[in-house]
């Protein structure tokens, strides 16, 4: 059985940092890409970084780009994200999610998902 499972967001004042984990089991991890994705209240779901899994590359796209890095893990099967500088418009639940097609933000080449952690920057 596949399980997707986020963790490590919390509450967080403007310009600090936050590292989230996606905790992946029930396939091959290195065979598959992780992407990350959020969502604020009333905006739709966003992509905002993904690696791939044959050789560590990596995207983000201008709103995250330079503040967020993303790794991986394959001995723990983690993906981690790493966010610093973080500002009131990064408040939103955070999403892990697994594609077979490596590094990409497109919603539906994502088969497995995780429930979200909520992130809250604020002072």
């Known amino acids: 059985q596949v399980q997707v499972v986020e963790s490590g967001g919390g509450l967080v004042q403007p310009g600090g940092s936050l590292r989230l984990s996606c905790a992946a089991s029930g396939f091959t991890f290195d065979d598959y890409g992780i992407g990350w994705f959020r969502q604020a209240p009333g905006k739709e779901r966003e992509g905002i970084s993904c690696?791939?899994?044959?050789?560590?590359?990596?995207y983000y796209p201008d709103s995250v780009k330079g503040r967020f890095t993303t790794s991986r893990d394959s001995a723990k099967n983690t993906v981690y994200l790493q966010m610093d500088s973080l500002k009131s418009e990064d408040t939103a639940v955070y999403y892990c999610?697994?594609?077979?097609?490596?590094?990409?933000?497109?919603?539906?080449?994502?088969?497995?998902w995780g429930r979200g952690t909520q992130v809250t920057v604020s002072s």
């Open positions: 690696i791939s899994s044959t050789d560590g590359s990596t």
């Open positions: 999610a697994v594609t077979s097609v490596q590094c990409t933000l497109v919603r539906g080449f994502f088969n497995w």
